[in-house]
């Protein structure tokens, strides 16, 4: 990998995306803080002046910025293998999430994708969700005694302590603040827009946290590799390739900080939205209190997830109006074209979620929370495969799509069941959209008993 990072220079001439529409910004810095400051701002202008295919800058490079659902599957499903993954998020994650398998391509990507796929099988899922019940209602006690309860970091804590037992047979204890502060500091820093690690800076502590769970990680090794445990470190640990090879230390943890990284603030992102459009719309909450409530149980199994039809409508909705990753990045190592406009080989290529979830040709009434719309009666997100992508699509789709649905309704179940969620009739939450969707302050949030 490392010697095709050369790829990563400027990109393609001014000169060579000249036919396409577009505006570069101010000098140097493009329009990389109007992206990063409100990348649904930046679509909703971007599109509306240049149309589905326009040049832009920002985040440090040109850039072709696709802004339709047949971009999105032109790039995502990449039939003729014109586009790089790895060139495309390299030069924002490279130094953070080196080797993960996002930034992977080809038989590299295939082998390694396969290797950690028995992690994301039913028969594992089934365990997840018996194992990670009994921590949910633990922590549901816990935050009925919280006073000025926040809805954010108290999910974003659970669902790091599920994904550190699942995933790692870790259980945080002491280690907790640390191990979390040190993904926020790592998450964070990929919208750093110094991107040189000086220090108390934003990049510097990016890379600080990233060293903290390496050591984190490398000290567990031997006992996992010694031992016989069934998360996927320990599975990792004890892998042996088809050549006879195991899994060197760095590769394991490379692999595991990508993992836990995805694993934890994703969901986050899609339960604190789910959150507060139930405060903000009780008919569905309280739709959804009932659904739970019939089931006549306090906590799922695995068999009753597929029953739950209306918190998928609401699931679906909530990551079409806020997806966790508002922009997914290739590079088009080929000449190709999209839209009638030729995209020279080696430039960097973005696709969005977020404008693409509210583009009036696909969906009615986009801005308004309606989960209904995913309903088989109405099923908009059926107008095009490629319109609805908040798990991305084709051989990068997200690996861990089904265990956050399992996770979200396994958190929603007993929450729904315990508490009524409430805001104040006049609260907006203030999103942060990059590099993951969080809100500004938190979510206050109200959790009255029942
Ligand atoms: C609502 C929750 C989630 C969302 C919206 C989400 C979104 C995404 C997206 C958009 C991608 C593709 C990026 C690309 O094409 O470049 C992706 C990949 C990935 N996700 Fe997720 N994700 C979620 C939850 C999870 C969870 C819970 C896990 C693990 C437990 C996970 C593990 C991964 C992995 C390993 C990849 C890389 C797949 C590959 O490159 O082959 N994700 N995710």
């Excluded at 493009?30 to 992206?35: A, E, I, N, W």
């Excluded at 992102?269 to 903000?280: E, G, P, W």
């Excluded at 583009?359 to 109405?378: G, H």
């Amino acid at each position: 990998m490392s010697a095709s990072s050369s790829l990563i220079g400027a990109g393609p001439s001014a000169a060579a995306l000249a036919h396409i529409p577009g505006d570069y910004g101010a000098p140097l810095i493009g329009q990389t803080l109007h992206f990063l400051r409100d990348p649904l701002a930046y679509c909703r202008d971007t599109e509306a002046r240049f149309g589905p295919v326009s040049r832009s800058h920002f985040l440090f490079r040109r850039r072709v910025s696709l802004m339709s659902a047949e971009g999105n599957e032109f790039v995502l499903l990449d039939r003729d293998q014109n586009f790089s993954a790895h060139h495309g998020w390299h030069p924002i994650l490279g130094r953070l999430f080196p080797n993960g398998l996002m930034l992977r391509d080809g038989d590299d990507h295939r082998y390694q994708r396969r290797l950690l796929q028995p992690a994301f099988r039913k028969e594992a899922l089934q365990d997840y969700l018996a194992r990670m019940n009994p921590r949910i209602v633990a922590a549901l006690k816990q935050w009925r005694t919280q006073t000025d309860f926040h809805f954010y970091p108290a999910i974003k804590r659970l669902t790091l302590e599920l994904a550190a037992e699942l995933f790692l047979g870790v259980e945080l204890q002491s280690e907790m603040d640390r191990v979390n502060r040190d993904f926020v500091d790592l998450v964070e820093a990929s919208a750093a827009v110094i991107r040189v690690p000086l220090l108390g800076r934003r990049y510097a502590r990016g890379l600080a946290g990233r060293a903290h769970l390496e050591q984190f990680l490398r000290e567990r090794i031997p006992a996992r590799r010694a031992g016989n445990g069934s998360d996927l470190f320990s599975q990792m640990c004890r892998a042996v390739s088809e050549t006879g090879d195991r899994y060197r230390d760095d590769e394991i943890i490379d692999h595991l900080i990508f993992v836990m990284m995805a694993a934890h603030d994703t969901t986050t992102s899609a339960l604190t939205t789910i959150a507060y459009a139930l405060a903000r719309h009780p008919e569905w909450q309280q739709r959804l209190r009932q659904q739970a409530a019939d089931f006549g149980k306090a906590t799922l199994d695995h068999d009753d997830l597929a029953l739950l039809t209306s918190t998928d409508w609401v699931l679906r909705e909530a990551l079409r109006l806020y997806p966790p990753l508002t922009t997914i990045m290739r590079m088009a190592l080929k000449d190709c074209e999209i839209h009638g406009y030729a995209i020279p080989a080696f430039t960097s290529v973005n696709v969005f979620p977020i404008i693409t979830h509210r583009l009036p040709r696909w969906w009615n009434e986009p801005e308004t929370f309606d989960p209904e719309r995913f309903s088989p009666a109405r099923a908009e997100h059926k107008r095009h495969p490629f319109a609805w992508i908040p798990f991305g699509g084709g051989a990068h789709m997200c690996l861990g799509l089904h265990f956050a649905e399992m996770q979200v309704k396994a958190v929603l179940h007993p929450l729904l069941l315990a508490f009524a969620l409430e805001t104040p009739a006049d609260y907006r939450i203030p999103y942060q959209l990059a590099p993951i969707a969080k809100p500004k302050d938190g979510l206050p949030m109200r959790l009255r008993p029942l």
